[in-house]
């Protein structure tokens, strides 16, 4: 498995998994698919504001993509990110979200963040226990604040301090 930046030709599959989280789970709290356009503008974005978006490799796939952006927009919280790890159809339980995430939590404490926090659909208990895992504090629950397929949602904040 090779962890490396994402690039522009790592859009495609980015989106792919993107979209079947949007389709299939409650890992993202939308509906509406987005297109490569929107991609693009989000890794644009990320990288001008410093916020790394990093890709697994294996076999010359793309397994899975992890990323952190601003936990909160006031300048208050520029310490403070939120983490995304999303991996591939086919890939789950191979270790691809944890190096991954290894990988996100190094540069996040390179660039000299205080903690970075995960909110995860409350009942993923997969994601849960990998952050908990990779030292993530208990989570704490905030109920019924997300709707998706017709069912309310409660949201897991989970804590790593760097």
Not at 58 to 82: C, F, M, N, P, Q
Not at 126 to 136: E, K, R, T, W
Not at 143 to 157: I, N, P, Q, S, Y
């Amino acid at each position: 498995m090779q962890i490396r930046p994402a690039t522009d030709s790592d859009l495609d599959a980015i989106l792919e998994i993107h979209n079947r989280a949007i389709r299939e789970t409650t890992a993202i709290w939308t509906d509406v698919e987005v297109d490569r356009r929107d991609r693009e503008l989000w890794l644009a974005a990320r990288h001008a504001a410093g916020h790394p978006v990093i890709v697994a490799e294996i076999g010359g796939e793309l397994a899975g993509y992890a990323s952190y952006g601003s936990w909160r927009e006031k300048t208050g919280y520029r310490y403070t990110v939120e983490n995304s790890v999303y991996v591939a159809d086919g890939f789950q339980r191979q270790g691809v979200a944890r190096a991954l995430m290894i990988e996100l939590i190094r540069l996040a404490r390179e660039r000299g963040i205080h903690v970075m926090v995960a909110a995860i659909e409350a009942g993923n208990a997969g994601s849960i226990a990998l952050h908990q895992s990779l030292g993530f504090g208990e989570p704490m629950v905030v109920t019924e604040v997300g709707r998706k397929f017709d069912r309310w949602l409660d949201l897991a904040f989970m804590r790593l301090p760097l």
